[in-house]
Structure formats: C-alpha cells, structure tokens
C-alpha cells in the first residue's frame, strides 16, 4: 500500500505529487473504468480525477469509462459528472455511467452468500442467502479498473468507502435490499464508527465473489476528508491492488477518520438539530442526521433530532421508494419487522431506511403501542400532515433559530450529517 496523510491537511502540490508518483506505476492499457461515488458524497475526487485522466491517456488509454457507484440515490446530470471529476468538459475518450440498480439489462449474477454466513452475522435474524448480482460493466472488457472512494463514519458497513463501492454500490436491488436489511438487523450503534463488525463482513464477503470475476487488475484510491469554510481539505490518500489491497486501504483510511469525523459531548442530548446541506436533497440521504446521533448514551431518553433543510421536499426521488415511505411509516424495528409479516413483499432496503431513522424502541403488537427512544422531527420543505402520516414530528422551517438551541443538553449541528457524536467516556 502507498498512503499520504496528514490530519491537518495535505496541500495541493503534495497530493499532485504523490497522486503522479503512483499512476507511474499503473500500466492502464487501453480501455479503462473508473468507478466513483455520488453527489452526496463530499470529497477530493476532482483533485485526483484530472491527474488520473491526463496521465492514462499519456499511457496510450483510448477509452475511460466513468461508473457512478450510487447504490439507490438518483441518477447523476452531465454537469454533476463534471463536477464531481474536476474535468471543464468530456472529449470522446471520457464516457459517463450511471448505475441503473433496477435494470435487468446492465447486471449479471454471479453467485450468492450462503444463508449460513448471513444467519452467524445476524445472530439468526435473517436465515437467507444473499445474491450476488453487480452491474455488468465491471465485468466488461476493460485492462483496469479504479475504484475512487471516501471514507466516513456509516450506518450500515462502520465506515464508508473501500469495497462498499461494489457490493452494493453497483449491485441489483436484491443485493442492497437484504445488505441493508441485514445491517439494520445488526443495529446502528453496533456498526457505525467500528472497522471489523458483521455488516463490513457481509461487503467482504460478497466483494470477494465480485473479486474472483474480474479479469483485470483492480485498484482502489480511498480518500480520507474534512471541510472548513465550504472548502474539501484532503487528509489522506490510500492506495492498493487487488481485494486484500482494498481491504488494507479502508481500515488505514478508518484509522484516520475517526480521528476526523468524530465529535464528543460530555452528556446526553434532549434536542439536537442537524442542518442538512444541499447535496443531501432527500430525506433518504439527510437521513444521516439522524443516524450520526445514535451511538449508545448520545440522545437522552425522550430526546429530539431536528433535520432541518428547507430545500429537501421528498423523501426520495424514486416514486415507488417515496409510496412504501408513506404506506409504512417510520418506526422502530419491532414494528417494522410485525409490518414485513403482515406485507412480506415490503421492500427490505426501505424497511431498514424506515427503522434507521427512526431509531432503537420497543413495539407491543397485542395493544399496538410503540414507545421509541427519541423523536425525529422534520423541519423541511414536506408539510405537516405528510409528516404525521409517516410518524415523524414536523416544525416550520422558518421558526427554527440557532439561539434557541444554545446551552446544556441542545446542539446546533451546521454540519448535518457529517460527523458520527459520541458520549465522551
């Protein structure tokens, strides 16, 4: 592995430098796939990209494919290419992709996890095996293949990055589905903010079957962020071969993440509002907000999380994931997993989103009541009687101050959904 990091920040002729000094070593061939995160995902890819791009082609690559690894969330414009990629424009060499999840035509199956492996990393909740069908390109006939990505604190894997972007960030539906349904059975504060955990052993596991078909060498470029006055300050770069490679990348990259992205309270919050950015424009991913809150001892019992973002005005942009959010509900995963019984078609990927952001609580089916830990109150574009059809609290945008937030026990968060909160021990 060559890694270059500095928590304070790595300046832009150190990370040139470092980023040329590896892709000297890199024989692309012709034909090559880039696989990237999203829109959602704040980090330095445009300042690794045109280095990438400028040296292949010196190399003698003719094609440069550009995959956008977006799991469930919408599909990604020209322009949000561009700028994702630091590039002013696309020649004829540069193809952009998005990842069509629901596309019978772009995914082929190559296996499955044993239902015995997703038992043991259930603890028995889920006795089902997991298929594993990806997007075809990555199986295409390509001479490399590199994978960007970033690292954080995440709900369903620990931290993000490494070989979440192949399983599931360009999988079928089937695959992030169960993935994010076995998490969540797994439970947040079990997972988000560890390295080694079940959920990272279902992407390794999975990932190694990607692994096994890929005709071709395969690298990863995992990158480590933090944000000052709206600006990306890169902190690490990782890079590696192969799916060890990937693997010895991502726990490096999470080695500096939690010393980045992680903030400590002293005690237990009753409110806490989460300033939700613009790349987050769902409330699927403004999500995070309430996710980052829910390490054991954090939200005090009867507590608030307040997602404030005006701009957001769904709850996802995909019209059948917006009806199961609104025929279901939010709840904890007690009632969600009595609902799943009584509708087992209910599509397990929104199941898990519903109890995510919900959060832990407890549901006695017999007399239909549901007591959970903390509230969640959307303070959006989504009007009010929407919000009570889905069980979440609603606040008028335009009434929320940030004074009226100050003192013991209530946080201000400008950052929403970017740091994982801890009880300081």
């Known amino acids: 592995m060559k890694a270059i990091e500095d928590i304070t920040g790595i300046d832009k002729s150190r990370l040139e430098s470092f980023t040329a000094s ?28 045109p280095l990438i791009v400028y040296n292949f082609k010196k190399k003698g690559s003719e094609k440069l494919d550009f995959l956008n690894a977006s799991g469930t969330h919408r599909s990604m414009t020209e322009s949000e290419f561009l700028l994702k990629l630091g590039l002013e424009k696309k020649d004829s060499a540069i193809s952009f992709c998005n990842h069509n999840y629901s596309s019978k035509d772009s995914l082929i199956s190559i296996g499955s996890i044993s239902s015995d492996f997703v038992k043991k990393k259930t603890a028995s909740q889920l006795n089902k095996s997991i298929p594993v069908k990806v997007n075809r390109l990555i199986l295409s006939d390509y001479n490399t293949i590199i994978a960007i990505s970033g690292t954080s604190p995440h709900e369903a894997s620990g931290y993000s990055g490494g070989l979440k972007i192949f399983f599931p960030g360009v999988s079928a539906p089937g695959v ?6 076995s998490a969540v059975l797994v439970g947040i504060p079990d997972i988000i903010g560890t390295v080694d955990n079940n959920a990272r052993d279902i992407i390794n596991e ?3 079957l990607i692994f096994n078909n890929i005709n071709c060498d395969v690298f ?8 000052k006055d709206n600006t990306v300050i890169p902190n690490g770069l990782y890079v590696d071969r192969g ?13 500096l993440s ?4 992680v903030k400590y309270i002293e005690s237990p919050l009753k409110q806490a509002v989460q300033v939700i950015p613009e790349c987050y424009d769902e409330v699927w ?13 954090v939200m005090a019992d009867g507590g608030e999380i307040i997602l404030y973002g005006p701009h957001i005005s769904c709850f996802h942009s995909d019209k059948k994931i917006e009806e199961e959010i609104k025929e279901a509900g939010y709840h904890c995963k007690d009632y969600i997993k009595y609902y799943i019984e009584k509708h087992p078609e209910f599509c397990r990927n929104s199941a898990a989103h519903l109890i995510n952001v919900s959060g832990p609580g407890e549901y006695d089916s017999v007399k239909n009541i549901e007591r959970r830990k903390f509230r969640v109150t959307l303070a959006t574009g989504i009007p009010e009687d929407i919000c009570e059809k889905v069980n979440l609290g609603y606040r008028n945008p335009d009434t929320l101050k940030k004074s009226d937030f100050a ?7 400008e950052d929403g959904g970017k740091y994982l909160y801890e009880l300081k021990k």
Do not use: C
């Open 258 to 261: 939690s010393e980045i992205h």
């Open 220 to 227: 990863t470029f995992n990158m480590v962020s933090s944000e």
């Open 206 to 208: 999975g990932s190694k």
């Open 407 to 413: 003192g013991k026990e209530k946080i201000w968060i």
């Open 285 to 297: 991913t403004a999500a995070k907000g309430s996710y980052k809150l829910q390490k054991q001892g």
């Open 176 to 181: 992030i589905d169960l993935f994010h349904w």
């Open 243 to 255: 799916y060890e490679g990937f693997i010895r990348a991502y726990s490096a990259a999470a080695a």
């Open 22 to 49: 590896v892709l000297e070593e890199i024989n692309p061939g012709k034909n090559v796939l880039i696989i990237i995160t999203d829109y959602t995902r704040v980090d330095f890819t445009d300042k690794i990209v």
